[in-house]
């Protein structure tokens, strides 16, 4: 829970999770319609990432979800002005709004267009991009979670990597993949350890971790991507469609990821007193391990367990 802070007017919270499931999301946008097969990638560094923008729709459409279910269910008080029955929060808060007779209500008092807006208020939630923190690589060794100092910046870690080594505690070498390469020492490495173990990293990870320069990074993850095949169905007819047949990337299993949400305080924008948005915002989370992110849900795509949510000061 986040204590509301009258000196500040914003809040960022940390948000870290694991894929349960290969993760893809396109560069066309959630849907599958649009065959697309490679994913969003940094356009400086080329790894992958998941764009601010989707993660804030799909929190939207699930923190939406869970506040009608527990409307119905009797377990939550509409705080909205417009109490109407025919107006709930989901589907109708949910989406982009434009979906006809499914507008956002825009009302005042709404958790869900309060925090991600409506025609005439940004929101007062703002996702980063999802950044890869550590990402698995199969080893001689079992599954090591590489990792970067670019990377590492993004949750306050300080570390550095020569070109074409391996920063490690242990003292042996180790192939990534394909690549077999020299070791050199990670002198700092409790450093990340700590700050990881405060994120709620699993133990496991945390002992299997490897250092390489942000160059390689790029490469290690870009060669190690799940590429998978599938086929196109057409919506209409069910059946597959003609010369359909695609493949896709995706970020594998256990790829750990790093996102912050600023949220600004409700009452600088005349918006429910007391309230407590990224409270709201994490009501998400259950949804985002049950169903998933990028639309690929039904194919067994896209489930990311939520391991840390909390607030820090940047
Ligand atoms: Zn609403």
């Known amino acids: 829970m986040t204590q509301e802070n009258p000196q500040r007017s914003f809040t960022v919270h940390r948000t870290v999770a694991m894929a349960v499931d290969p993760i893809h999301v396109g560069t066309g946008g959630s849907r599958l319609g649009r065959v697309d097969n490679s994913i969003v990638r940094d356009p400086v560094t080329r790894v992958p990432k998941i764009p601010g923008s989707s993660l804030a729709g799909v929190h939207r459409a699930y923190t939406a979800m869970a506040l009608e279910d527990a409307r119905v269910g009797g377990r939550y008080q509409d705080p909205r002005n417009d109490k109407r029955k025919d107006n709930p929060f989901y589907p109708n808060c949910a989406g982009q709004g ?31 991009d ?5 990402f698995p690589v199969p080893t001689r060794e079992g599954p090591i979670w590489v990792t970067s100092p670019g990377t590492l910046r993004f949750i306050g870690v300080r570390a550095e990597a020569k070109q074409d080594v391996v920063c490690r505690e242990t003292d042996r070498s180790l192939n990534l993949g394909w690549l077999l390469l020299p070791r050199e020492e990670w002198s700092n490495a409790q450093d990340a350890k700590k700050a990881l173990n405060e994120l709620d990293i699993p133990k496991h990870v945390r002992d299997s971790l490897a ?9 290690v993850v870009n060669s190690n991507l799940e ?10 007819t069910g059946a597959a469609e003609d010369g359909a047949l695609f493949t896709y990337e995706a970020l594998p299993r256990a790829t750990v990821l790093v996102w912050d949400v600023t949220c600004r305080d409700p009452r600088h924008f005349g918006r429910s007193q007391g309230a407590n948005p990224h409270g709201t915002v994490e009501k998400a989370h259950a949804l985002l391990e049950a ?10 795509m896209g489930r990311l367990r939520v391991l840390c949510s ?3 000061t940047r």
């Open 98 to 128: 434009q979906t006809e007779g499914q507008a956002h209500c825009g009302d005042k008092t709404c958790p869900i267009c309060s925090i991600f807006g409506h025609a005439s208020f940004a929101g007062l939630a703002t996702f980063s």
């Open 211 to 219: 250092l390489v320069s942000d160059k390689l990074f790029g490469h």
């Open 227 to 236: 590429v998978r095949t599938s086929v196109a169905i057409n919506s209409a």
């Open 291 to 300: 169903l998933g992110i990028g639309g690929m849900g039904s194919r067994g």
């Open 130 to 134: 999802a950044q890869v923190l550590l």
């Open 310 to 312: 909390k607030e820090v």
